[in-house]
């Protein structure tokens, strides 16, 4: 490709995204590599056609010492001997990255576009090459990603250009080589220890084996891609706005094409403040046609039923407590009632008849409990052995079949060393229950609500 060839691709790539007008300011963002030294020596050579002001951004990260120093020298004489206003920002990733606990390289990517936002310019243009595009996609494929995430860079997004997205890596070196244009080395890209420079470095010669003009075909798929991405985008905003029926409600689900579908549900998602991936998407379309309910986190969940999508957040239960000693006297009891608890002796005189008759609440053997007795929830696992018959039950089933619904997972049970001695509408265990030999009864009695 010839030098003209590059800002052809500029122009071409500028005009067809419609945004740029006479007399606007364009803002070169300025790493002193050879993308961006390219970049702007192409804007500068399209002024006159375009009709527009050329300046340009450094920001200085201060992360590779001297060098950083080089960098931001280099772009002020760089711009100083082409006549450009150059604005420098100092910014300190470093700080940034230890305050929030992420990488340095995420940290001064941050920095660098909160320093971009303060540049006075109608755009910014960075210079992300078709290379960059490339180099993102086979990252995104790997990674997984949506369709939108596979269309890789925006030409577009904001304030921010990138008109180099349709020309290589080497044809910047090219168009430089031809201007005896000099540019600067970021030591880092040279390493493989970022996974973006292993793609670069291993995999993307390894697809250029299969297939020399990779940067370019690509290039090409990818602009298909973003064409039929924003129509579909299209699309799903107004089938969206159809089939939003109420809030965090989409009814209506199984008329649309599947694509619409999951993109609907995405938006919904998104709506809902809850992070979507490609399997939550596929789970939650097939919720909505065959109806069922998914626990999406904590207390949200998806509800489907016929061709209806709901996410709802329910109220949930406070959690009840863990086992606590059952005290002499008053007990407070998970469902807000209170327990009494009280020891009477029995003289042997008395049978069990009278027994039962005396203390018309429950009343336990208290010589027959081994060890302390615990007031807590049932707990899966639970059996019980009640009087008269010769085998246990699961407690759960003995309460299910005692108590109404809304009292079952509040019901409060009493367990010594050996398990469970009480349950709150199904009664005693067997081995505690009175008999003749009886002398001390452990008596429980419900109070009122505390
Ligand atoms: N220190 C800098 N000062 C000004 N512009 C910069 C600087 N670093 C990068 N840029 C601009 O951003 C473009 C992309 O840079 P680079 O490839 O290092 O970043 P990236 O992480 O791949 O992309 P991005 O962070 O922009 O999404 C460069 O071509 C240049 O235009």
Known sequence: MRADAVSRAVLEQL?????????????????????????????????????????????????????????????QQLCAGLGVRLAVYDVNPAARAAQEHCSEELAARECRYAAFAQVQADWIATAHTASDNLETAVHRLVRGASLHGLTAIPPKNGRFLRPLL???????????????????????????????????????????????????????????????????????????????????????????????????????????????????????????????????????????????????????????????????GENRLFSGFVLHARLETVSPAENVANIHKKFAN???????????????????GDRMQLSGRGFTSALKKLIQANLPPERRRTAHVLADADGVIFAEGVGCAARVCPDGETRRLLVLEILGKC
């Open 166 to 328: 349709r020309v290589t890596r080497r044809q910047v070196e090219q168009y430089l080589e031809s201007l005896g244009q000099t540019y600067v080395t970021d030591s880092t890209n040279l390493t493989d220890a970022y996974t973006r420079n292993r793609i670069r470095h291993q995999v993307i010669p390894a697809l250029e084996q299969l297939n020399p003009s990779v940067e370019r075909t690509v290039s090409y798929t990818l602009r298909s891609l973003r064409r039929e991405d924003d129509f579909l985008h299209q699309q799903a905003q107004a089938a969206y706005a159809k089939c939003h029926t109420g809030k965090n409600t989409l009814s209506g689900l199984e008329t649309l094409h599947e694509a619409l579908q999951f993109r609907c549900i995405a938006m919904l998602l998104e709506e809902a403040g809850i992070s979507c991936e490609a399997p939550l998407l596929e789970r939650l379309a097939a919720l909505a046609r065959q109806g069922g309910r998914w626990n999406l986190s904590g207390a949200v969940y998806a509800v489907g039923k016929s061709g209806t999508l709901t996410i709802e957040t329910v109220q949930l239960p406070e959690p009840l407590p863990e086992a606590i000693p059952l005290q002499m």
């Open 15 to 75: 005009r067809e995204l419609h945004c740029l007008e006479p007399e606007q300011t364009v803002c070169c963002a300025l790493s002193g590599g050879a993308d961006s030294v390219c970049l702007l020596r192409c804007l500068l050579e399209l002024r006159p056609v375009l009709g527009i002001t050329i300046t340009a951004v450094h920001v200085n990260h201060h992360l590779r010492g001297a060098e950083s120093e080089r960098d931001r020298t280099f772009c």
């Open 362 to 380: 429950a009343c336990l053997d208290y010589d027959k409990i081994k060890g302390e007795i615990f007031l807590r929830p049932r707990q899966s």
